[in-house]
């Protein structure tokens, strides 16, 4: 290992934080020695800042519809009205998958779709969606709805022609809980133009984001890694999610980032033309640990819980990305359906049990959590949690 990985990784174990220069090398090095050292720097890292202890949190996807106008070069999910293999799912169909997952204890609902242009109610995008809020939230009102990534905020200002803060005001007053921040793929135009062309650009996922915090939606953070983006974008991208999260730090705004999650490209049944400029299936286990550890140290002392995907990695993948820097190993999911019909092999739904199990297997504890990172204490009489769980704060320290 160089003198100059050394220094940066001493640097980063005394609490500071990388430059991009720095990030990049620690991306670019290939050498074993060198990644060994990177991915201990990132598990001491994670110790520091959120302890041992491996979080995960009982929750299911709810994909309302893949009827979307959109035509992103990754994505095996969409169709367009009457394809085979669309759907549109009714009210009821709604409340009965809210029902089952309260049933296994669920804490919390992950709702997204495709952009519809035809769902609407009394003509209007955001009553529909504000339906679908109420729809969970009237029957299940302690479920959190982590719902609506900013590219849907997006969507429902431009059709109903309202400003980003309307429509995340109304989203919030109906029931939502956090944001997820999917839809970022790369903070980097270029990628975009490629990826996603049809898309909110790079300034506009981050503007959304920013708003959502100031008006008191926590969201998470993303990357879809592995396609056509360099070592310099990937950095980038961290280089804009550590400045937002610092924004909102130096703001005191009443909400923040709360996770940050890599999401390997699945290519099996992607759009022909990425899947061949990308040239392979499936993720390369080791270059996405490596983004694993380096995110860790890049991201660790603003947004400290890191997480793995187990459906795109599989169970055992996720295990070890643990080991690189993540202390959060997700959800349940119940069901998955995105990232499947790309043709990922992972799995769409995990037990409890499954979860435990693979946390036990690196002999560190485990920890129920809510959607906040706050510590679900389950009740005596469920291996799936308690329905209306008790709470406490979870603290992670900030160390710069």
Known sequence: MTHSLDGILN???????ISPTEGLELLLTQDPTAIAAIRATADELRQRQTGN????????NLNFTNICEQHCSFCAFRRDAGDDGEFWLDWGA?????TAAVAQGATEICMQGGLNPTAKVNGSSLQYYVQLIRNIKDAWPQLHLHAFSPQEVQFIAREDRLSYTKVITAL???GVGSLPGTAAEVLDDEVRRVLCPEKIDSDTWLKIVGLAHQLGLTTTSTMLCGHIETPMQQITHFEKLRQLQQQAIAQSTPARITEFILL???????PKPLRRRVGRDQPVLQDVLQL??????YLGNWIPNHQPSWVKLG????IEALRWGCNDIGGTLMEEHITTMAGAQGGTCLTVDDLQGAIASLDRPHQQRDTLYRPVISGPSTSMGNTAP???????????
Do not use: C
Request: aromatic share 4%.
């Open 11 to 17: 640097r980063a174990l005394e609490g500071h934080d």
């Open 53 to 60: 202890t491996v979080t995960y949190v009982i929750n299911r």
């Open 94 to 98: 709604m409340r009965e998958k809210a």
């Open 172 to 174: 919030k007053a109906a």
């Open 264 to 270: 390997p490209f699945v290519g099996q049944s992607a």
């Open 292 to 297: 694993t550890a380096v995110s860790r140290i």
């Open 315 to 318: 169970l055992a993948g996720a």
């Open 390 to 400: 008790a709470r406490q704060s979870l603290s992670h320290k900030r160390t710069a």
